[in-house]
C-alpha cells in the first residue's frame, strides 16, 4: 500500500454490532435476498463491483452487499430532513449529483 491513506473506520452502527475488523455488521432490518433478489435488482459493472468487493473485504464487512448497503444508507441519510422536492434537489446540487 506504500502511500496510500489507510480506510476510515466505519462507525458503529446503534445496535453496536460490529464486524471483526470494526465495520457495521448486518443490522437486524437488512435484507440481502430483498436487496439484490428478484425484486430490487441492482446491476454493476464488473471492474466497479470488484473494486468494491475489495473495499469491502479490506474494511471488514462481511459481504461487498453489506457494503454497498452502509454506503447508500450513508448517502441518502443526507435528505432525511428534506421538507420537499426543491430541498432535495438543491442537496442534489450542492454534492454535485445534478447540476
Request: aromatic share 8%.
Amino acid at each position: 500500500m506504500g502511500d496510500k491513506e489507510p480506510l476510515e473506520r466505519a462507525p458503529v452502527p446503534p445496535s453496536g454490532r460490529t464486524s471483526a475488523l470494526g465495520a457495521p455488521s448486518t443490522p437486524d432490518h437488512f435484507d440481502q435476498q430483498a436487496m439484490f433478489g428478484s425484486k430490487n435488482k441492482i446491476k454493476l459493472d464488473p471492474e466497479l463491483f470488484e473494486r468494491i468487493r475489495k473495499i469491502a473485504d479490506v474494511a471488514g464487512y462481511a459481504s461487498p452487499e453489506e457494503f454497498i448497503h452502509h454506503v447508500l444508507e450513508r448517502e441518502v441519510a443526507q435528505f432525511d430532513d428534506s421538507q420537499s422536492d426543491a430541498d432535495i434537489a438543491a442537496k442534489l446540487k450542492g454534492l454535485g449529483y445534478i447540476s
